[in-house]
């Protein structure tokens, strides 16, 4: 079943403790993102990712690290967490649109599950 | 950077009826608009997107429309029924990196009245 995971699902945090969300795809997709959800701002982009070893900054970064050593994973960072960075995490994929055709969008988001982290 | 505004943030209207959400943009540049679902509790999910190169576009109950002129775009919901009731977002593809782009409104949350 094509996909994308996340983990943790849910998690709760003391500030300054360094954690992980991972994120998985099989959809050989070479797009990924990471997005936050909150009340009243819709989703925001943190990071983003056009393949192996290529990241680049979205509209809200700071506070968070990303890595992409391989086509399928793509974590998130949280180096030192504060009670800011509360909020739902949508880690997502695609494809590029120059593969767009053949009946798919030209460039949907697949969106993992999401995971709500709260730090105290 | 591109900017989208959405509305309205809540919209509720009777079970038949027509719902309309709109967004504008900011970025002239901007190619491509999806709008996406999210029912209570799960994932956002594409329900339909229109490039930049087409006026209207329609899938059964749901269509879009995209005037480029004045950078608006709208979602048309014809014939509502109770599984239509979600959080709305549209989005809009501007130059903004290569990797996706997308910057989306703030949502509509719409509610359909029995």
């Known amino acids: 079943e094509a996909q994308v995971t996340q983990n943790p699902r849910y998690l709760i945090t003391v500030t300054g403790k360094k954690l992980t969300v991972t994120c998985s795809q099989n959809m050989n997709h070479e797009y990924m993102s990471w997005y936050r959800q909150d009340p009243g701002l819709g989703l925001r982009q943190i990071y983003y990712?056009?393949?192996?070893?290529?990241?680049d900054k979205g509209d809200v970064p700071e506070g968070y690290k990303v890595s992409r050593k391989e086509k399928r994973n793509f974590p998130l960072i949280l180096e030192s967490p504060s009670p800011n960075q509360t909020s739902l995490y949508f880690c997502a994929s695609s494809l590029p649109p120059r593969l767009a055709g053949g009946g798919r969008s030209y460039n949907e988001q697949f969106f993992g599950p999401g995971t709500r982290l709260t730090v105290l | 950077g591109e900017n989208v505004e959405q509305h309205p943030s809540t919209l509720s209207v009777q079970e038949g009826d027509s719902a309309v959400i709109k967004c504008t943009y900011s970025d002239s540049a901007s190619n491509y608009f999806p709008w996406y679902k999210q029912e209570l509790g799960k994932r956002p999910q594409l329900i339909i997107d229109?490039?930049?190169?087409?006026g209207e576009k329609k899938d059964q109950r749901i269509a879009v429309t995209l005037n480029k002129t004045a950078k608006h775009f709208s979602l048309h919901i014809t014939e509502t029924q109770p599984e239509d009731s979600a959080v709305y977002f549209c989005?809009?593809?501007?130059?903004?990196?290569?990797?996706?782009?997308?910057?989306f409104g703030k949502g509509t949350h719409l509610i359909i009245q029995p």
């Open positions: 989005a809009a593809k501007g130059q903004r990196g290569g990797a996706d782009g997308l910057t």
């Open positions: 229109i490039r930049s190169n087409v």
């Open positions: 990712s056009m393949n192996v070893e290529v990241t």
